[in-house]
């Protein structure tokens, strides 16, 4: 049994259940019911000037903290750019 | 009316159905606030110059550069060291003598942006910092002006429109997409490379944005949207954009 196995099977009984998500079009796991800020967190993606979007459509940076991220969403993040 | 000349001269757009005698007539009449005189703005002013717009404001403080040249297509070698302003005018008036072209050689203070932008019909976003694209953001969203704001770097783009004339209160506005006044240093054009097509196809957007405003009452293109280009797969990529409730413009 590998230690993802293992640890979805804890999940079950315990934890909070997995689910799978993109990140930029790969496939990650995440603990379900997890926001946007402790993914961005989890997986220590950039924030400077940058823009996340689930499914295609932005979420407010003041709403990172409170937009939970469901199995299959797709979260894809861009740096804005200025240059003219 | 259109005169002989006018007629004669843009046909081939009069042709168009959306466009029409009526469409063309308004272009005309139609005063457009072009900020910052390098690759976007290069682009738009040409093709908004060509197509018979009414009254063109540039606004930029800088000189053209030799290493300009490559992106910035309106400039030619002899305009080296001249007013950005100064030289747009110029090509501006030689390509088509019918439009009026205003050059304003500075950065403008928020009071004389807020003047700039009451006169305008639309303004175009082809600066090339932050600081500028916020300021140019809530003056548009106060004064109810529609925005079209684009930016390139690299084989990126990006490109949306606001029309703060039609929508106001209920749809995101570029600082609910970018609540941010400064990025880092490595985006900035002036420190990082651009590929001249995707800046130039990006100001061509702004222009043909401003056209469809102007010329039939409307824009067709979806508006509040941030349209990516990716310039190395030649694919273009719509994101929504969400009101941010707490944003600092619109909010």
Redesign the interface.
């Known amino acids: 049994m590998t230690s993802l196995e293992q640890h979805t099977t804890q999940a079950h009984s315990l934890e909070p259940d997995l689910i799978t998500i993109s990140i930029n079009d790969q496939a990650h796991q995440v603990a379900s019911e997890s926001n946007l800020q402790q993914i961005i967190r989890q997986f220590e993606l950039p924030e400077?000037?940058c823009?996340f979007?689930i499914n295609?459509?932005?979420?407010?940076?003041?709403?990172w903290g409170c937009t939970v991220l469901s199995q299959g969403d797709s979260l894809s993040l861009?740096?804005?750019?200025?240059?003219? | 009316m259109l005169t002989d000349n006018q007629f004669l001269r843009y046909q081939r757009q009069v042709a168009v159905p959306e466009i029409a005698e009526d469409g063309q007539e308004r272009l005309s009449k139609s005063h457009v606030l072009i900020i910052g005189c390098g690759g976007l703005g290069s682009a738009a002013s040409l093709y908004l110059a060509a197509a018979g717009t009414g009254k063109l404001v540039v606004v930029d403080d800088d000189e053209v550069d030799s290493s300009n040249l490559q992106r910035q297509v309106i400039y030619r070698e002899h305009d080296l060291q001249v007013a950005k302003t100064e030289a747009t005018a110029k090509q501006v008036a030689q390509l088509n003598s019918m439009v009026r072209v205003r050059p304003i050689n500075k950065r403008l203070d928020k009071t004389q942006l807020q003047l700039e932008v009451m006169l305008a019909d639309v303004v175009l976003d082809c600066s090339d910092n932050m600081p500028t694209r916020q300021l140019i953001n809530q003056v548009c969203f106060e004064s109810n002006t529609p925005l079209i704001s684009a930016a390139a770097t690299g084989w990126q783009g990006q490109f949306a429109v606001f029309d703060y004339q039609s929508f106001k209160q209920s749809k995101a506005c570029y600082r609910c997409l970018y609540p941010f006044d400064e990025l880092n240093n490595d985006q900035k054009c002036s420190a990082s490379g651009v590929i001249g097509p995707v800046v130039g196809m990006l100001g061509n957007y702004q222009a043909l944005a401003a056209i469809q405003k102007l010329a039939t009452g409307k824009f067709h293109v979806a508006t509040a949207k941030l349209h990516l280009f990716d310039g190395l797969k030649m694919q273009w990529q719509t994101m929504g954009i969400s009101k941010d409730k707490q944003c600092l413009v619109c909010a």
Request: hydrophobic share 45%.
């Open positions: 400077m000037g823009v979007a295609n459509t932005v979420v407010p940076h003041s709403e861009f740096q804005a750019i200025a240059g003219g």
